[in-house]
């Protein structure tokens, strides 16, 4: 790799492979490109059998990566009205929840898959699919989001698409981008993989102990020493939100066991004028709304929003001990019984507390405990690696693009 320090050349990339050289092309994406949509194809729609087909929400959920190299989804509809791809076709969603987020880029490699509504469809005439879907979904994020229109649901119009700026160098360069950022998503696919594998055996073993090592049976209730859910002070008194220094914490800070790092912060006077209260380091932080089941151990004293528990374990309750029986699918499956529908699915403490646990001694708590832990340090060590992975990609997506 080479680092471009001649700011007398605009149209290069900051960082690009020693062998190229010249400024990029700079065009708008209606010019090298025929942008067209998908056509209907529902959920409901979708079979065992059939046609290999992509729905836009799938760009969400289902491929990860700016390269299709597997379609996941089939139908058995009649393909012959339907909109079919092209080799290196690009697909991004036309509609959202956020528009930042909507730019979803993904490149087709495959001929013949049917690809549903409300995908745009960028055909390039000359182009690599997978450089520009690199670049959409990087150096071009915001630019998408500022012509992406609506609120609650946000739209992204093909006319629109016509009118975003890119650049671009030869053919060659553009492959040998993809290829390199198509071999780092590659690793982050295994390293999910390695993850996911990780944790199927740590709750397995969970479940395993859980049932030889039953112990008393006990009510939750008997666990703690105090719990109960948080609140989130006025959003519009910035009075409880400039300066702060009181960690708060959302449902997107319950990621890892240990509960290390957070974005958000409150003052002392959003803590005294709202419902949150500070919970001591090493209790339980147990999302009991919307992502119901998401858990962690606090390392240093933090708030929380509504639909967050924070739980003080009893003397007599490791902590750690706790923390690996509430994701265990015992606790899993009694917490399910209780939810209550609604606007939004809740788990109230009051029904928690009814729930019969089996609790061993305090010496076999720690011996259970320890022998998880050192499998969640590993867990813990394949995620850290997942996110450098993660954070190279980013970095390349935005030095090696204009």
Known sequence: MANNNNK???????????????????????????????????????????????????????????????????????????????ANDVIIPCSGETAIDISTARC????????????????LKYDDGGFFAYQLNGARKKDIARVAQGVSVVHLYGENLKQIRVYYPNIEEQRKITHLLSLIDGRIATQNKIIDKLKSLIKGLIDDIITLECGLLVTFETLYSKAGEGGTPTTSNMEFYDNGNIPF??????????????????????????????????????????????????????????????????????????????????FQKEVERIVTEGTMKT???????????????????KEISHALSTLSLKEDIENQLLKKYQIQKQYLLSQMFI
């Open 8 to 86: 007398d050349k605009c149209n290069v990339p900051h960082l690009r492979f020693p062998e190229f050289s010249g400024e990029w092309k700079e065009t708008t994406l209606g010019k090298i490109a025929e942008i067209t949509k998908g056509s209907g194809i529902s959920k409901d729609q979708l079979s065992e059998q059939g046609s290999p087909c992509i729905l836009y929400g799938e760009l969400y959920t289902k491929y990860k990566s700016e390269i299709i190299n597997e379609v996941y989804s089939r139908t058995e509809l009649d393909s012959s009205p339907l909109v079919k791809s092209k």
């Open 108 to 123: 087709v490699l495959f001929n013949n898959i049917l690809l549903g509504g409300d995908l745009n469809i960028i055909r």
């Open 249 to 330: 914490i959302k449902i997107e800070d319950l990621n890892n066991k240990y509960l290390l790092t957070n974005k958000d912060c409150i003052t002392e006077l959003g803590l005294k004028k709202s419902s949150a209260w500070l919970i001591p380091t090493n209790s339980i932080i147990y999302s009991n709304g919307a992502t119901i089941g998401a858990i962690s151990i606090n390392k240093y004293p933090i708030c929380t929003k509504q639909g967050i528990l924070g739980i003080i374990p009893n003397s007599n309750i490791d902590v750690e001990y706790l923390y690996y029986f509430m994701r265990s699918s015992y």
């Open 347 to 365: 788990a109230y403490l009051k029904d928690i507390n009814h729930i019969k646990c089996p609790i061993p001694d305090s010496d076999k708590q």
